[in-house]
Nanobody, 120 residues
Framework: QVQLVESGGGLVQPGGSLRLSCVAS????????MAWYRQAPGKQRELVAAITSGGSTNYADSVKGRFTVSLDNAKSTVYLQMNSLKPEDTAVYYCKSNLWALREVAYDYWGRGTQVTVSS
């Protein structure tokens, strides 16, 4: 009923930038939060950035000052602007949304992920 689709990943040189997008579709009543996680091979999945529908944000210490998360409520789309990328940012980036679907309780939904590779 609800689906999240990420896009915008790719290969970029250190110091470069990428902008990830995640579109939530389906019978959405209200978005509570949207967030970006990432997972590198052999590593645990970690929270990168999160934003509430009211605009409050949280960032991992490792990305503060470099990444910016934003939310377009009308389009049910969350963005992650990634600047000054480092090789250690290489990972699969996943979108997660906690939202209310019509006639359902609040629930976490996950996208399939998009690969970000930072390499020279």
């Amino acid at each position: 009923q609800v689906q999240l689709v990420e896009s915008g990943g790719g290969l970029v040189q250190p110091g470069g930038s990428l902008r990830l997008s995640c579109v939530a579709s389906g019978n959405i009543f209200r978005i509570n939060t949207m967030a970006w996680y990432r997972q590198a091979p052999g590593k645990q999945r970690e929270l990168v950035a999160a934003i509430t529908s009211g605009g409050s944000t949280n960032y991992a210490d490792s990305v503060k000052g470099r990444f910016t998360v934003s939310l377009d409520n009308a389009k049910s789309t969350v963005y992650l602007q990634m600047n000054s990328l480092k090789p250690e940012d290489t990972a699969v980036y996943y979108c997660k949304s906690n939202l209310w679907a019509l006639r359902e309780v609040a629930y976490d939904y996950w996208g399939r992920g998009t690969q970000v590779t930072v390499s020279s």
